[in-house]
């Protein structure tokens, strides 16, 4: 079975790409390399032993996905291709707009064509928007972001919602993650992002290796237990796993889910900190600042519809996360 990988060269597509490939499956991949390096296909190679299909292309030029389509038979589609940075989503709110929806938009329109029926999509808790109680439920409103990086995540989420009305065999799930941080156990894959991270998890392993003088804790009064923001962090592979565990259930049940994908536990932003530096050692200096404007003091998962569904839940605990992240960091460094 051949599936299409938009974006998996990226963070969550390239670990996905590999538990794809050690489960048996072809895997095609459409990347950019806007934010992710060509040398990732050999690092999945080198994992998994199976060379993945490389397309360096957009998946928002209708040709190159004609020529993907017409080349290898797709049985299924899991897109990750996006913009991701929310600050930089405020900035430049037209490309955002442009680059996430035109991408879906070429997407489903190759699919149509071709006939390609099941797609998973890589949706954010950022879509439970500013209103809502945690922990956040599939059956909440999930209908505004406090961004436009969120905003094209709703939206999206509402292209392939529409799309799948009025194809009765199509079968979407809206994977709807919390916060993925961790790196491969090989050490060969991890969180790169270009320039000074934004994320919590890739800073923190900056200011660890000395690239970064500290980190700055966005906001200590919070009413929260220690002041600072709970988030609910996975790891990335066992969120890779809960995309294999959609596409088999997607297999057999057309129409739309949203499923949301974390631990269903939260943790704050001082024990994220300590955390890594009990299971690596290595001191993070770090400072209180002011709060980040639209950062919600808490948000987590209830996870009981991926468990109900999908039979999934994360089974990597915290101090796994934070090894695997140095330890991707410091491999990559030497
Ligand atoms: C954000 C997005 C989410 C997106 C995710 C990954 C929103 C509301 N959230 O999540 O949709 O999927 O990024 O791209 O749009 N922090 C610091 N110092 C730092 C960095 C972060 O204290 O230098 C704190 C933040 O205030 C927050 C926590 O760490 O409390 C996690 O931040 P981050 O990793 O950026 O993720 P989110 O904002 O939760």
């Known amino acids: 079975m051949s599936i299409l990988v938009t974006g998996g060269a990226g963070y969550i597509g ?16 459409v990347d950019n390399l806007s934010n992710a390096r060509a040398d990732v296909i050999d690092r999945i190679e080198k994992i998994t032993g199976r060379r993945p299909a490389f397309y360096h292309a957009s998946c928002a030029d209708p040709k ?77 409103p999930a209908l505004s972001s406090s961004s436009p990086y969120g905003w094209t995540k709703v939206m999206n989420e509402r292209i392939l919602t529409d799309y799948a009305a009025v194809h009765p065999d199509a079968s979407v799930i809206l994977l ?55 988030r609910d962090y996975l790891h990335v592979v066992d969120l890779a796993k809960g995309h294999l565990r959609a596409l088999d259930y997607a297999g057999t049940h057309p129409g739309v889910e949203a499923i949301n994908l974390g631990t269903g536990k939260s943790v704050s932003v001082l024990e994220l900190v300590r955390a890594f530096q009990n299971a690596t050692g290595v001191r993070v200096p770090y400072v209180m600042g002011p709060r980040r404007d639209g950062d919600l003091p808490e948000v987590w998962a209830d996870c009981s519809k991926a468990k109900r569904l999908l039979g999934w839940q994360t089974e990597l605990d915290m101090e796994e996360m934070c090894r695997s992240a140095w330890n991707f960091v410091k491999r990559h460094e030497a």
């Not at 390239?14 to 991949?29: F, K, M, N, P, R």
């Not at 491969?184 to 690239?211: E, K």
């Open 176 to 230: 709807r993650y919390f916060n993925p941080i961790g790196g491969h156990a090989s050490g060969l894959l991890g969180d790169d992002p270009n320039g000074i991270p934004n994320n919590l998890m890739p800073y923190v392993c900056r200011v660890a290796a000395g690239q970064l003088e500290k980190l700055t804790i966005f906001g200590n009064d919070y009413p929260t237990p220690d002041g600072t923001c709970l």
């Open 14 to 29: 390239s670990h996905t790409a590999v538990e794809l490939l050690q489960a048996g499956y072809d895997v095609v991949i």
């Open 64 to 140: 190159e996905l004609e020529r993907i389509f017409s080349r290898h038979t797709i049985d299924a589609v899991i897109h990750f291709a996006g913009f991701k940075a929310v600050g930089e989503s405020c900035r430049k709110p037209l490309q955002y707009y442009r680059n996430n929806l035109d991408s879906t938009l070429c997407l489903l329109e190759a699919m149509e064509r071709f006939g390609c029926r099941r797609l998973v999509f890589s949706s954010s808790a950022t879509v439970y928007g500013m209103n809502n109680p945690v922990p956040y439920v599939e059956t909440m």
